[in-house]
């Protein structure tokens, strides 16, 4: 069983409105994260790439998010 079939079968176990999936191998939890930089995110000071498949849907997410 690979970590990226592990990740898939779970991902939608978490609340969509606290975790975004941002790379095949990461879910974030969106409160944690601090910032945006190019093809990676801060999640608090660590730094988590963000994969070109997920890239727009993070953006969206983030951007259009109410504060």
């Known amino acids: 069983m690979s970590w990226t079939f592990w990740i898939d079968a779970y991902e939608f176990r978490f609340p969509q409105d606290r975790f975004l999936r941002v790379h095949k191998s990461f879910i974030a939890a969106i409160d944690h ?35």
């Open 33 to 67: 994260i601090c910032r945006i930089e190019r093809n990676r995110l801060m999640l608090n000071s660590t730094p988590i790439p963000i994969g070109r498949t997920y890239k727009e849907e993070v953006e969206k997410t983030l951007f259009e998010r109410p504060r």
